[in-house]
């Protein structure tokens, strides 16, 4: 059987002395937090015989109990809605549900029904739940045999992906924060699912869509393509371009996929032939620059799809931008050196 | 987590993990400062395995979510023409004395590295491809057939597939 895959990675390897070196990086940064760690458990330590004595000057004095650092740090006041882009397309209030141990809620969520991002906030109610929370990290969440927090798309039929981070500036022994995104090309869809750890159990809800941010759009007349090969039987019909992502629709006679060739160009291959049929794809701005349609592009990442290989409606790319854009600031799409304009 | 526990799974996977990081992010520099962030995280979270096959697993999926990380957070780069975009960074172009096998998976887009990486390096299905990256199986069998094609264009013969 062929290894050569194999023998070839294992050909990637570290030397001692770089070994030597990472693992005492890694020591020492270790120790480092250990310390961190424990300073931070000295002045609990130091604040709670100093709360005994000032609730009981409280309650001597008659006089209203001030809350501790420990349970007001990084208090978090919105994340989604703090962009003026698209603060006023984000819903707040979601959803929420609780075991008695701790509290779920959907803090923040935004979408333009291909990519959707929430906050979803864990609130611990009693000990368990502290004890519980400080076990749900986002590295333990990738895991999906044992908890799992993400999002899906429920009706969509082209794959898709999601992603979880952690906003850990924000978490106390009482709260949690982490962000959700959820990514699908293909619009329209109504419902997403979210699937979401408690103490006991796994559990999931269905969450609709009401509110999105706005989208425009860039029909593309097919009469304006010269088609030069013969086997040229692909092109692009319809742009949608939102805040969060942006999609490129198009029509295909052969089987085709976009892809990243040697020299870091987008290209859409035919499987039956080894033609580029689409050299250059980018969104144009209202000063004439131009943002480079290619998941190896600053700002964006990559999704690709074909729906169907019997099907002609295909999805070129569809790519989300890690922050949102300003879409009033695009006016059109250039393809292959030829420019189309937004619809007004 | 013990100090010399730490040790003993650096030693044991740092290889590993190093060449997993490689693979995906193209670079020694990057490579190792992922392999450190990815022990790190180890030693902070301190999982209990129950076997080698969980720590390896474990290293994996770390490791590949915080390459992803990595790869998302390039920053924004604005173009004012076609001559001025560059060509990929943060690969190394040194490419002396490299396997030609292992040159030709370093050409692969990052998706296809990774499911390269995982189905041929680490024998992973499909299935447990798409679920670690979150997507479908059939994208992934898309990725891995195009990564093979491309493979099989640049160095000639019978491969994998």
Known sequence: ?344 | MRPERAEELFRKYADGVYRQCFVILGNEKDSEDAVQEVFLRLIRSDPAFADERGERAWLIVTACNYCKSQLRRSKYRVCSSIEEIPENTGVDNDVSGRDEVLDAIMSLPPAQKEAVYLRYYEDMSAENIAKLTGTSASTVRSRLHFAIRKLRKLLGGDFYG
Not at chain 1, 46 to 55: E, G, M, Q, T, Y
Not at chain 1, 207 to 226: A, G, H, Q, S
Request: with cysteine; glycine share 6%.
């Open chain 1, 1 to 344: 059987m062929d290894n050569r895959i194999k023998k070839a990675i294992n050909t990637v390897e570290l030397t001692e002395e770089q070994k030597s070196r990472m693992f005492d990086d890694i020591s020492r940064r270790s120790s480092q937090d250990e310390e961190a760690f424990h300073m931070t458990d000295k002045r609990r330590m130091f604040k709670k015989p100093l709360r005994v004595a000032l609730i009981a000057a409280v309650i001597g004095c008659m006089l209203i109990a001030t809350v501790f650092a420990e349970e007001i740090s990084g208090y978090f006041s919105g994340l989604l809605t703090r962009d003026s882009i698209v603060s006023e397309s984000v819903a707040t209030g979601v959803f929420s549900d609780t075991d008695g141990h701790v509290e779920m809620s959907v803090e923040e969520l935004m979408t333009d029904r291909a990519v959707i991002r929430s906050v979803v906030r864990y609130h611990a109610l009693d000990d368990e739940g502290q004890t519980w929370l400080a076990g749900l990290k986002e590295e333990k969440l990738y895991d999906l045999s044992a908890q799992h927090l993400f999002m899906v798309w429920s009706d969509k039929t082209t794959s898709g992906s999601w992603n979880i981070d952690e906003l850990s500036e924000y978490r106390t022994i009482s709260d949690a924060y982490f962000c959700l995104t959820a990514d699908c090309a293909g619009r329209n869809a109504e419902t997403v699912e979210l699937r979401y750890p408690m103490t006991a159990e796994n559990r999931e809800t269905a969450l609709d869509m009401i509110k999105t941010v706005p989208t425009k759009v860039c029909e593309i007349n097919p009469d304006r393509f010269t088609f030069t090969e013969e086997n040229y039987s692909f092109y692009p019909t319809e742009v949608e371009l939102s805040p969060l992502s942006v999609s490129v629709y198009g029509k295909q006679e052969g089987i085709a996929y976009f892809e990243k060739s040697d020299n870091g160009w987008s290209s859409f291959m035919l499987i039956d032939g080894e033609t580029d049929v689409v050299s250059s794809l980018y969104l144009v701005r209202d000063d004439g620059t131009k943002l480079e349609l290619s998941g190896f592009a600053s700002g964006l990442r990559q999704q690709s799809y074909s729906q169907s290989y019997e099907s002609d409606d295909y999805i070129f790319c569809h790519l989300s931008f890690v922050q949102p854009v300003d879409i009033t600031e695009y006016t059109g799409i250039e393809f292959n050196g030829e420019y189309f304009p937004f619809d007004k």
